[in-house]
Each structure stands twice: as structure tokens, then as C-alpha cells.
């Protein structure tokens, strides 16, 4: 049994309070190896932001759960060395089982999210309430994520494509049901690079496809629900059309990307939305540098000289992001 606050780091509890009433988002970035966290914490301490660190199921069948705890252990100390203590979360992305989410509370996860949308209303209020109850009464308070709301991509069920939006009338009894500190909605994001279909887009002049705007309208309404309760925002790349044709000149191929707009996120931000979550702009950035390295260097072969310039490339995107986009920079 490993307590969080063993490892330097912090649960969501006050930084979410901070940021709802701040008006920004702190920026939940995923990782997956050194490299990327290196890139999250120099832009961090740089932007003097606070940050979670997510962990994703994939992340931990990669690269190994005590690896990952390890390495946001060491994150703490780096973002000292650096010279600046931010607060670092350490978050389960996506938890799909009370053992999973049981696992990560008991190794030093600082924060879960037990993503029950996909089973019926009563059963995500039983499993979510589950994980509360236990998150709750460790000796070092665990926060949990909800979630009310389907969104589409990797978290849809194969024969739909569709999201579900949340129901503004289901949060009050859910938030009240389970005890949950924060709850990700369903608005219009979705999970990866193509984040719409191109019929559901207009397009610019350029032929760029323009998404459809994201539903404040629900947000409100949620918002009116339960006044100042942390809002999540999943899937909220915004697929930078720099990179894809960054990857597109060097030999990829990635039809019809399309992500979220900043201006939306920013706009979001400035609501109870306090994390927003980000994965697919980082896959974005590194692989557009290392296409670029192996393109312009075809000799090229020790691997610090195309995930160093990818590593750069990284830390000036979250940096920007908590900067311009989330609002997060100077709150550390
Ligand atoms: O929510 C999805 C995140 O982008 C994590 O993706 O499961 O491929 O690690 P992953
Ligand atoms: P993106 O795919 O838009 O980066 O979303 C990541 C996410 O929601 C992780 O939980
Ligand atoms: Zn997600």
C-alpha cells in the first residue's frame, strides 16, 4: 500500500475548487514514457501550472503501472530540480472496473476516473458509488471522476458512432447518488484525431473542415443544475492542422482530422469545466517530429536525435495549451 502523499503528490480536491472559481482548466495530459513526461513537466514548471498526469489502460499495459508511478514520482522531483514545486496529480484515465481504480488507490494514484457510461444509469450510479466509497475513506482522500454521457470514438460501443450528450436532469441525483468530486460530460468532443465526420463539418476556403460548435447550451444547463460543482471535458484535442500537414508532407497519411476548436476550449474553461483532457495533439506533435528527422535524415538512427526534437516539440505544445488555451499558466 503506497499513499499518494508519500509520492509528492496532490488529489484534485482544492486545485479544481481553485480553478472553478479562477475560471481556467488545469490541463490533464496523458503519458506514456519518459520522453512525454519530461516535455509535461518542463512546460509546467515553465507556465508555472499545476498538472495531472493521466494514466490510461493502454498506458498501463505499455509501459507497466509501478514504471508510471514511478516516473510521477520522479516528475515531483524533476519539477523541484527545475525550480519550481507545481502540484502534480496522478490520475486514472478512463478506469472501467472498481478493481482497476481499487489497484491504482492503492499504489499511489492521487485521483481516478471510473468511466461507467457505458452501462445503464443505475448501474454507473452502483460501480460509481462504489468507487467513491472506497476512494473516500483511505486515510489520504482519493478524488474520482464520473462520467454521465457517451462520447463518441475509442470509449463507443462498435455499432455506434454517435455521442449521447448528458442529460442536464440526471447530474443533481448522480453527483448526489455516488459522492463523485468531478463528473466528465458529453457536449460534443470526442476521442481522437477525427473527431467528426466531414458531413457533419463545413469547410473553409482552403478546404479545412470546420467542426460544429460544442453545446454550451447543455453545459449551462448542467451548470445550473449544480452551480460550481468540476466539470470534465474528455476528448478535447484541438488536431492542429500544422501537424497533420506536417506528417502528411513527410509520408503520412491522416484523412479527415478535425478536433476542437481553441477558442471552444477556451471558452469552456473559463466555466466549471477544470480539467480538460488531452492526448491526441501530443501523438500529433511527436510523430510529425520524428517523420520530419527520418525524412530529412534518412542516416539517422539513435533514437535521443528524432524523440529529442519530438520531446521539444511537445513541451512548446502544452506549454502554449496552458498559456492560450486552458488558462492554467501562473496558478501553480
Ligand atoms: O481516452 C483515451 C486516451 O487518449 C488514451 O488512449 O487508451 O490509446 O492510451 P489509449
Ligand atoms: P483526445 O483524444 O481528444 O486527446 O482526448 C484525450 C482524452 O480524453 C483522454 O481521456
Ligand atoms: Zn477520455
Do not use: W
Not at 514514457?33 to 493502454?58: D, H, R, Y
Not at 515531483?76 to 482497476?100: C, K, M, Q, R, T
Request: hydrophobic letters at 35%.
Amino acid at each position: 500500500m503506497t499513499s499518494y502523499k508519500e509520492l509528492g503528490l496532490v488529489n484534485t480536491k482544492d486545485l479544481f475548487k481553485k480553478a472553478v472559481s479562477g475560471g481556467y482548466a488545469l490541463p490533464a495530459y496523458n503519458f506514456n514514457n519518459m520522453e512525454q513526461m519530461q516535455a509535461i513537466i518542463m512546460a509546467c514548471v515553465e507556465t508555472k501550472s499545476p498538472v495531472i498526469l493521466q494514466v490510461s489502460a493502454g498506458a498501463r499495459k505499455y509501459a507497466n503501472q509501478t514504471i508510471l508511478r514511478n516516473m510521477a514520482k520522479g516528475a515531483v522531483e524533476y519539477a523541484h530540480e527545475l525550480g519550481y514545486d507545481i502540484p502534480v496529480v496522478l490520475h486514472l484515465d478512463h478506469g472501467d472496473s472498481f478493481e482497476i481504480c481499487k489497484d491504482c488507490i492503492e499504489t499511489g494514484f492521487s485521483s481516478v476516473m471510473i468511466d461507467g457510461s457505458h452501462f445503464s444509469y443505475e448501474e454507473n450510479v452502483a460501480l460509481t458509488k462504489k468507487v467513491c466509497e472506497f476512494a473516500h475513506s483511505q486515510k489520504d482522500y482519493v478524488t474520482v471522476e464520473g462520467e454521465l454521457g457517451v462520447l463518441a470514438g475509442v470509449e463507443d460501443d462498435v455499432s455506434s458512432e454517435h455521442s449521447h450528450y448528458t442529460q442536464p436532469e440526471e447530474v443533481i441525483d448522480f453527483v448526489t447518488k455516488t459522492k463523485v468530486d468531478s463528473l466528465a460530460i458529453s457536449i460534443g468532443t470526442s476521442h481522437g484525431r477525427a473527431k467528426f465526420k466531414p458531413e457533419q463539418c463545413t469547410r473553409d476556403a482552403n478546404g479545412i473542415l470546420i467542426p460544429p460548435p460544442l453545446r454550451f447550451d447543455i453545459l449551462e444547463e448542467i451548470e445550473k443544475q449544480i452551480p460550481g460543482f468540476p466539470i470534465v471535458l474528455h476528448g478535447s484535442s484541438s488536431v492542429p492542422i500544422e501537424y497533420v500537414h506536417m506528417i502528411e508532407k513527410y509520408g503520412g497519411k491522416l484523412t479527415d482530422s478535425v478536433g476542437i476548436p481553441e477558442e471552444q476550449l477556451r471558452k469552456a474553461a473559463k466555466s466549471a469545466v477544470c480539467k480538460i483532457n488531452i492526448d491526441s495533439d501530443g501523438r500529433l506533435a511527436m510523430t510529425a517530429l520524428i517523420r520530419k528527422v527520418f525524412f530529412e535524415h534518412p542516416d539517422e538512427f539513435d533514437p535521443r536525435k528524432y524523440i529529442g526534437p519530438a520531446r521539444d516539440e511537445l513541451k512548446k505544445l502544452y506549454a502554449h495549451k496552458n498559456q492560450n488555451v486552458l488558462g492554467s499558466a501562473g496558478q501553480a
